[in-house]
């Protein structure tokens, strides 16, 4: 509680005990103790006034919340959450394209080797050899010269 140990809450009893005396002690911590309950019934009040003037989405309002770096790395917690989601989504959508791409690189190969058997067979024939061995005319443009 408060950050203090046992040892230091012990020295602090033992100063109190030195400082006020052993007859003032007892009213003293009652009168610390009515405090202490005051301070929190004020900062519960607060909290209860906050959480209904803000609203139903602001119920889970704590104290602690209104902090800005608390409020700034909640805030970024959730969207790093979505950032994180978004990637693993690409991330399979990736791995699903590179799946389908091999898929219809495959397909493709077995296509060319048989299209390549087809044409093998259709080039035992001479004049198309000659055809395919001959180069295309270069195209003659008169009114170029």
Do not use: W
């Amino acid at each position: 509680m408060f950050g203090i140990s046992g040892t230091e809450f012990i020295l602090i009893l033992v100063l109190a005990m030195i400082i006020f005396g052993p007859e003032r002690l007892p009213e003293y911590s009652r009168k610390a103790a009515r405090i202490f309950v005051y301070f929190r019934d004020i900062a519960n009040n607060a909290k209860t006034t906050l959480r209904t003037e803000l609203g139903p989405e602001y119920a889970d309002l704590e104290l602690r919340d209104l902090h800005p770096k608390t409020f700034i790395a909640k805030q970024l917690r959730e969207e790093v959450a979505l950032i994180e989601d978004a990637k693993r989504e690409l991330l399979e959508a990736k791995d699903t394209l590179t799946e389908s791409a091999k898929m219809v690189k495959e397909t493709a190969s077995l296509d060319a080797l048989k299209d390549a058997a087809a044409d093998e067979s259709a080039l035992d024939e001479p004049e198309e050899q000659l055809a395919l061995a001959m180069p295309a005319a270069s195209p003659f443009d008169p009114e170029a010269t």
